[in-house]
T-cell receptor
């Protein structure tokens, strides 16, 4: 089954404790992206990757890191989480952007709480 | 800059028709998407418009007017399961980003 998977689905952690949220897709998509979703603010892009070893900042990259060493995986790293990073996080993937824009497939989401 | 506006909430009756509007401002328009998102779940793709006009897909249709910076999603024969948030998103080829609106929460009543 074609899908985007994220782990963990739920996480409660404390301020300053490094964490990684994994994202993996099995559709051979070049483009991958991380979003956070907060009430009243909608989906905001954190980082995106056009292909392996290529990553770029989205609209809200502060406090986050990403890597794209393999095509299928795009982990999101919070080196020192803070309470304002409490949010619902989505990973998404799509075929290469290029001239034609393709729909994004979203993972099930990771609900993160930082106390 | 980029800006997307859509109503925060709408209500409708089962079996009825509802139109959800979206207006946008972007310097490098490269297509508009509509996504459906049930509470606590991931967004799922509904439609894509890049040229002016109406795209029909079953009970759902989406319209685009690039000159007006306007789109709407039309849902016909509403069902209870259509209660969800509907997200308008615009692709910008200058920034290569997909910018989402804050979503319209639709409640369908019996």
């Amino acid at each position: 089954e074609a899908q985007v998977t994220q782990n963990p689905r739920y996480l409660i952690t404390v301020t300053g404790k490094k964490l990684t949220v994994t994202c993996s897709q099995n559709m051979n998509h070049e483009y991958m992206s991380w979003y956070r979703q907060d009430p009243g603010l909608g989906l905001r892009q954190i980082y995106y990757s056009m292909n392996v070893e290529v990553t770029d900042k989205g609209d809200v990259p502060e406090g986050y890191k990403v890597s794209r060493k393999e095509k299928r995986n795009f982990p999101l790293i919070l080196e020192s989480p803070s309470p304002n990073q409490t949010s619902l996080y989505f990973c998404a993937s799509s075929l290469s952007r290029g001239q034609r824009v393709h729909e994004q497939y979203f993972g099930p989401g990771t609900r993160l709480t930082v106390t | 800059g980029q800006n997307i506006d859509q109503p925060t909430e709408m209500t409708a009756t089962e079996g009825a028709i509802v139109q959800i509007n979206c207006t946008y401002q972007t310097s490098g328009f490269n297509g508009l998407f509509w996504y459906q998102q049930h509470a606590g779940e991931a967004p799922t793709f509904l439609s894509y418009n890049v040229l002016d006009g109406l795209e029909e897909k079953g009970r759902f249709s989406s319209f685009l007017s690039r000159s007006k910076g306007y789109s709407y999603l039309l849902l016909k024969e509403l069902q209870m399961k259509d209660s969800a948030s509907y997200l308008c998103a615009v692709s910008d080829h200058n920034t290569d980003k997909l910018i989402f609106g804050t979503g319209t929460r639709l409640q369908v009543f019996p």
